[in-house]
């Protein structure tokens, strides 16, 4: 059985359609056994996402508190017509570790395949995002093998979302197909809660269950096993989760 390390995909209270503080969901990850979290309240062109300065501050946050890493993250929305991400000064990614991409209805309305493959291949090419979020959103189809295909070749992650599969129409299936195809072109994964709440952080079942029933190789799955997410920390940003501090930003 599947059983992981982190969340990374979370919201706090800074974004108003979530309800937990920071230390609340760091609880929340405690609670349920992981050993870090990452928080990646949405970024600024979301109508209540964070201002652009909430980010940069996030140096200030422990990198552990009661045991737990703190990863300090992004989720930015993927912006319409060609898929840019929303404009923040460069200086504000100076102390972020981690960066999600993803469609959001409020901030890039559905069109059709060919833009929103058009879209996710230029959010491809953009170095600072490391994982394409809930692709498995029906109202946002692409070409899933032109866009899995490529995420190796442009260090991309890809997201298989649980809040997905519990309140987007459509998702497992999309979701499936789309582990598939990391499967088939050994593309790493995160398995992620999306929680806006500290008691659903680390609530993965439904995401985790569609993977073992596909037989995914736990291997790719890179929040499943604290040296493989810590490796890959080391490589995408030069940090060391074994050296975190309790207290210590």
Not at 7 to 12: A, G
Not at 17 to 31: D, P
Not at 41 to 60: E, K, R, T, V
Not at 110 to 132: D, F, G, M, Q, W
Request: hydrophobic content about 40%; charged content about 20%; proline content about 4%.
């Amino acid at each position: 059985m599947i059983k992981l390390v982190a969340d990374l995909h979370t919201h706090t209270n800074v974004s108003h359609h979530a309800y937990s503080s920071l230390e609340e969901m760091v609880q929340g990850a405690k609670r349920a056994g992981l050993d870090a979290i990452a928080i990646t309240n949405h970024a600024p062109s979301m109508a209540d996402g964070a201002h652009q300065w909430h980010f940069s501050n996030l140096n200030i946050v422990p990198r552990k508190i009661d045991g737990i890493c703190v990863i300090r993250g992004i989720e930015m929305n993927i912006m319409p017509p060609n898929g840019t991400t929303d404009p923040m000064e460069e200086r504000h990614f100076k102390h972020l570790d981690y960066v999600i991409a993803s469609f959001h209805e409020v901030c890039f309305p559905p069109v059709n395949s060919e833009v929103h493959t058009k879209a996710l291949e230029n959010i491809l090419r953009i170095p600072y995002v490391n994982t394409l979020g809930h692709l498995g959103n029906q109202n946002y189809e692409f070409d899933q093998e032109r866009i899995i295909s490529q995420c190796n070749e442009f260090g991309k992650i890809v997201e298989i979302n649980n809040n997905s599969l519990a309140i987007r129409k459509g998702s497992k299936e999309n979701c499936t197909s789309i582990a598939k195809l990391c499967m088939k072109y050994r593309v790493p994964i995160v398995v992620t809660s999306d929680s806006h709440i500290s008691f659903m952080v680390g609530k993965t079942d439904s995401a985790l269950s569609m993977l073992e029933e596909i037989g995914f190789p736990e291997e790719l799955i890179i929040n499943a096993d604290f040296d493989r997410l810590n490796n890959y920390f080391k490589k995408i940003r030069g940090i060391d989760l074994y050296e975190f501090e309790e207290g210590k930003a």
